[in-house]
Structures are given as C-alpha cells and as structure tokens.
C-alpha cells in the first residue's frame, strides 16, 4: 500500500487551517517583485460597476454581455480569480483565504497579465505580476506597441494574456516529494476561477497550449536569474489568451475565425527584449532544502517543443445543455438564485462535515453536468469552462455515494467522455451493475455500479479522514494516464492534474450554489482505489480527491473582509 503523494506525513486540516504545523516556517505567502512600479487597482463593492450576473447565467450561452477591458473590468477579474476572499483568523494567527483554492492554503500560483494600453493602468503596453494582498499590478517590463501588436495580430481585438506561475518551494517546504503535482492541481484550479471570472464580464479565455516551457518562462521574466538571487524561482506553467466575446471579429457576419494555440517565435524574441524592473522578494527565512527527486520531476514533465495547432472560433449560438436545461426562461436551479460574485467571494475548503446532510438528485446531476465537456461539439463551442482546455478530456469519476435523495447509496462512475465507456468498463470490474440511477438525465453517462453502505470505505481510501464519508458524496478522479502520455509525452503528465484542478473549481462553486461545501483531497491511497474499482495497470490512475457535502463551522475562527470592504 502506498500513498500517492509518495510520502507518509499528512496532517488534520483542522491543523492545517488553525497554522499549528510549523506556522513559523511557513514561507511568505505573497510574492512582491522588490523595485517594480505598484498600480493599485479599484476596491469595488458588490454593486458597482462591472455589476455580476446571476450564478446560473454563466452557464446560459448568450447572456452575458461583454465588457470593455477598463481598469475596472480588470479589477473584477483579478477579483474573482486570484484575490483574496477572507481573512481567518484563531488567536494570534491570521491568514488569508483566496478566490483560487490552493493545497493546504499555500497558495504557489503566481498571476501575470500582458495586456496592451488600458486608460488608467498605463500608457503603454506592459507585463504585469499580480499582487493580491494589495490588489495590485506590479510593472515588470513596457513593452514596445509594435512588439505587442505582432504579437496578438492573430486575436480578436482587444485581447491579453494571462499566465501562471508556481513558487514550488511554497508547497514543498510542507509536503515534499508530493509538492510539485500539488502545485499543478493548484495551476488547474487557476486556470479553472480564470476562466469563470473571465464568464462573469462575457470574456472567452483560451490555454496556449502549444507554447514551451521556455516561451512561457521568457514571456514571464522568470527565466531572468538576475531577478531571483536570493530568491525562491518560479516554475513556468501555462499562458491563456482573454477576449471580450462580443467584440471578436466575425461576429457580425457569423464567419469563422482561426486561432492559434501559439505565439510567434520572432515576436516572442522581440517582446522579451525590454527593459525589466524589479526583483523578486524572498520567501523563506531559511535556505529551501534541495529535494532532488522533484528537480528529476520538474526536468522530466518539462514541455520542451512548440505546436503549431490552430482552432476554429464560430460565433454561433452554442447548443443548450438538455440535461440541466439552462435556457434563458427555464426555471432556476438555484432557489436563492445567488450572483456569480457572492458565490466565488463565498467559496470555502470545507474541515468537515456533518455526517447528516443529504443534497437532492436534482442538484447532484446539476453537479455532474457542470463537469460534462461535450466531447461530441468543437472545442470554442464547449460548454464554459471546457472550452478553455485544448486537449481531449482525460479524466473521470469515480463516486462514492453516501446521501442523494432518491438514489441508492454504493459505487457511481461518471464517464465524461462517452466514447471511453467501453475501455473503462472492460479495465474494471466484471461484476459491475452500470445500471442507470432513476431520474438520471438521458445524456448524463452516469451508472451505478454497485449498491452499498460506502462511507467507511470512501475513508479508508483517503487516508482515513472523516470528510469522505461524512459528506453527501465523495469522488476520485481517475485519469487516462498511460495513453495520455504515450500519445502527447512526459509533458502531459502536468496537463492531466490540470484538468482535474478545473473539475475541482467547477464543483467548488456548484457545492456553494447549492447551499452545500465542498473540499479537494489530495491525501489517498491510490492503490487501494484502483482495487475497489478493479484498475490493475497504468492505463487509469487516481489522480485527485474530492468531497461534498454539509459543512461543520469552526467557531474558533473569526471571518475578516479581504479588502476592508464590508461584503
């Protein structure tokens, strides 16, 4: 038996959030580049402008508007994808809780923004680090206009980058060897609020997936070694291009319209040449200890070549979901009918749960929707967020159901692309049901596998902790793992904790929606879940844990705002 995480040290998250666990070793949690010019952006309260939509009408193809790209507008993105979301704090010690989940709280993914000329932020075109605890654009470099016009001549207009970072040292000071896919859980989970706050003004968002590691690392200034002595590096991860939807070209005519899933070498060259400011501020008190086997890691899933992939933007309506039916005039999913903005601003990791709480069928197919890519349309014409990960989906769920109304408790699986039904069924085991639950939706491929008391086992299998079988339900999410990398290389290893990092923000938000909570686990034992389900080789591995349910208040937690704003 072993743990996924390659080591046997993990901790309650009742300590983990109380900061008991080595508190004062803990590396400062908000990255400052020393020197660099700071441009606080605008404070806003739920009611100012840009105003959020309804939750459920990020989900109604159609409904948003797009918004300009002001200093307002980014300000509500930045919001609602990197920001602070709360203080906690329990005696003496505070710390601050984020729109993007992170691994233990630690928080490695650093923001970036390349974005041209935007009146009140800067005359010029620049690359900028976000800095959430002051809600603030860092300058690192002006970029030349006709460097950044070449750059984006292949983007709607008005379109930016977004790009993301790790500070690995973040998660490894805690929890070595398993630190680095932490982190690229913690870039899936970005990736995924990116793309939702992106939602919440009309913004499409796009992964450049074709870009390598270097490319990003270059766009980024994270490869400058001058910027980072005595300072702990950051990782290149990934670069996302943004665009107002309604404002791309073609829409007026319906024409489709190609993008590229790259960036030009040449205007890569000529955009790096800047002149650059700032230094990156250290973390640590300590020297970070060296751990080898992650360098070994890091080097081995690095992306290395440029693809020359190019996708097709049609600006048709897309198609309406049948199994949740989100049309404009349908009835809400969602009694209380929150905004957008108070259901990200309210999203919270879960320390435990009741044990009592059930959710309906309704709002667990709901769930379970929510995470369908439809494989079956275009990639731009996927249901948001699908539709901002360029690759085929390679993960699905397995679900231990503990309390569903009206659906027997036992084994679930969701195949997420259907096409992979026949393989999965024949890698598990015989025995299985794959009956269809009563009420399912017909194009939900969700099956009963097997009836049963599943809440100590749901435990058993991570790590022993009660938040698996005290909550309504709880997942693994098994990826296609050996094919994956056969098919794309090494480098798709990171890609693959991506996609279930996006999975998990879109839960975490349906969990809130519904009144419930919810929480990532990253501690089980992979072995013992590929027994129970029957997966015996490489070709499906577990890759990442989930929970939901009814939530149990701490009270020795007192709850602060962010920004000194009263939400």
Same mark, same amino acid.
């Given at each position: ?19 008991? @666990? ?6 400062? *949690? ?6 660099? #010019? ?8 739920? $009611? ?105 001549? &292949? ?18 000071w805690k929890y070595g060897e398993r630190a680095f896919r932490y982190c690229q859980h913690d870039v899936g989970h970005a990736i995924g609020s990116a793309r939702i706050a992106a939602q919440t003004l009309g ?21 400058? #070694?001058?910027?980072? &002595? ?39 060259? &000529? ?17 970070? !200890?060296?751990?080898e086997f992650l360098d070994q890691v890091e080097i081995a899933s690095r992306k290395s070549s440029t693809g020359q992939r190019v996708v097709e933007l049609n600006h048709s309506r897309p198609a309406v979901e ?31 749960? $009741? ?34 990960? *360029? ?36 890698? @598990? ?20 596998? &097997? ?25 693994? @999410? ?27 923000? !879109? ?46 208040? $701490? #009270?020795?937690?007192?709850?602060? #705002? ?6």
């Amino acid at each position: 038996m072993r743990y996924h995480q390659e080591t046997k040290h993990h901790f309650s998250r009742s300590a983990r959030a109380l900061g008991y @666990m080595d508190w004062a070793n803990q590396p400062d *949690p908000f990255r400052r580049y020393e020197g660099s #010019p700071l441009i606080s952006l605008p404070l806003l309260k739920p $009611d100012d402008a840009p105003l959020s939509p309804l939750y459920e009408d990020l989900y109604r193809p159609g409904e948003i508007a797009s918004a300009l790209v002001t200093v307002r507008a980014l300000s509500r993105f930045l919001e609602y994808s990197l920001a602070i979301s709360a203080w906690k704090q329990a005696g003496e010690v505070r710390w601050a809780l984020r729109t993007n989940p992170s691994s233990g709280n630690l928080h490695p993914t650093e923001g970036y923004l390349l974005i041209d000329t935007v009146p009140g932020l800067s005359p010029f075109p620049g690359l900028y680090h976000y800095a959430p605890k002051e809600h603030a654009l860092e300058l690192r470099a002006e970029l030349p206009k006709e460097s950044f016009t070449l750059l984006m001549q &292949e983007f709607p207009p008005n379109a930016f980058l977004v790009g993301f970072t790790s500070v690995n040292w973040r998660e490894t000071w805690k929890y070595g060897e398993r630190a680095f896919r932490y982190c690229q859980h913690d870039v899936g989970h970005a990736i995924g609020s990116a793309r939702i706050a992106a939602q919440t003004l009309g913004w499409r968002m796009l992964l450049l997936d074709g870009l390598a590691d270097d490319t990003v690392a270059a766009l980024l200034g994270v490869d400058r #070694p001058e910027d980072f &002595e005595g300072a702990e590096r950051e990782h290149p991860d990934c670069v996302a291009v943004v665009w107002p939807a309604d404002q791309a070209s073609g829409v007026a005519t319906g024409k489709t319209i190609s993008l590229p899933l790259f960036l030009g070498p040449d205007a890569v060259r &000529e955009l790096t040449r800047n002149i650059w400011q700032g230094k990156a501020n250290r973390l640590s008190r300590d020297d970070p !200890v060296q751990w080898e086997f992650l360098d070994q890691v890091e080097i081995a899933s690095r992306k290395s070549s440029t693809g020359q992939r190019v996708v097709e933007l049609n600006h048709s309506r897309p198609a309406v979901e049948t199994s949740i039916n989100p049309g404009a005039h349908a009835p809400s999913l969602y009694p209380d009918q929150p905004s957008a903005g108070q259901v990200i601003r309210q999203r919270r990791s879960a320390l435990a749960f $009741d044990g009592k709480t059930s959710i309906s069928a309704g709002s667990f197919f709901t769930m379970l929707a929510r995470v369908m890519p439809r494989v079956d349309r275009d990639l731009c014409q996927r249901p948001m967020p699908w539709d901002v990960l *360029p690759w085929e989906p390679a993960i699905h769920l397995v679900l231990f159901v503990h309390r569903v109304d009206g659906l027997a408790p036992g084994l679930y699986m969701l195949g997420r692309d259907p096409a992979k039904l026949g393989s999965l069924r024949q890698a @598990m085991h015989p025995q299985f049901a794959w009956t269809s639950p009563p009420g399912c939706p017909e194009d939900l491929p969700l099956f009963l596998l &097997e009836e049963g008391d599943a809440r100590q086992l749901a435990a058993q299998v991570s790590c022993g902790q009660d938040i698996a079988g005290d909550s309504a339900f709880s997942l693994g @999410m098994i990826a296609e793992f050996e094919s994956s990398l056969r098919r794309h290389g090494p480098w798709f290893y990171r890609r693959l904790f991506w996609e279930t990092g996006v999975i998990g923000q !879109v839960l975490y938000l349906e969990a809130e929606a519904a009144g419930v909570r919810a929480t990532g686990i990253g501690c089980f034992f992979d072995d013992p879940v590929h027994q129970v389900f029957g997966f015996d080789d490489a070709m499906f591995q577990s890759l990442y844990h989930f929970t939901t349910g009814g939530h149990v208040e $701490d #009270p020795r937690l007192t709850t602060l #705002p962010a920004y000194s704003l009263d939400y």
